[in-house]
């Protein structure tokens, strides 16, 4: 099948109430609940998922034909997440540029997230300074990305 038509078609289905072919908006923020306090089509929050956000999830995984997606609603979302999944049982060295978005600086610096790793900031616009990085083996930095656990 062409790009163009799994962009079109993946992660979409018949609409079971109304037969839209087309996905409707849920702007609803929170999912019905059984009386055993389990939610029954797996939606709770829809800040951690919801039925539009699982259809771009299921359209991205077949588009780059990997086991499956997670969207984030913010990129410090994503970002934290990225950071918390890395392994921490043996000392992590990550490079980070010096003009990071403040949000990212904030976490690293003001939360337990930062103690983790020996974070050493660079000037990326210094290839000297990020050449010298580098040869510095970090665990998670530049030279590093294609081995993170992402398609």
């Not at 908006?25 to 019905?32: A, Y």
């Not at 997670?70 to 992590?92: C, K, N």
């Not at 930062?114 to 530049?142: C, Q, R, Y």
Request: net charge negative.
């Amino acid at each position: 099948m062409r790009l163009e038509t799994k962009a079109i078609h993946a992660g979409r289905s018949i609409d079971s109430a109304t037969s839209s072919v087309t996905m409707p908006l849920h702007p609803s923020t929170t999912f019905e609940r059984a009386e055993d306090g389990f939610y029954p089509n797996a939606f709770a929050y829809s800040r951690e998922s919801n039925p539009n956000r699982r259809a771009l999830e299921d359209c991205l995984t077949s588009l780059e034909e990997g086991d499956d997606c997670v969207t984030f609603a913010s990129g410090m979302a994503a970002i934290t997440s990225l950071i918390e999944t890395l392994p921490v049982d043996q000392p992590r060295r990550m490079i980070m540029p010096d003009d990071m978005y403040h949000g990212i600086r904030s976490l690293l610096s003001e939360t337990d997230i930062g103690s983790k790793f020996d974070i050493e900031i660079v000037d990326m616009t210094d290839l000297h300074a990020v050449e010298e990085a580098v040869k510095n083996n970090p665990t998670v930095g530049l030279h590093r990305v294609e081995a993170w656990p992402f398609h």
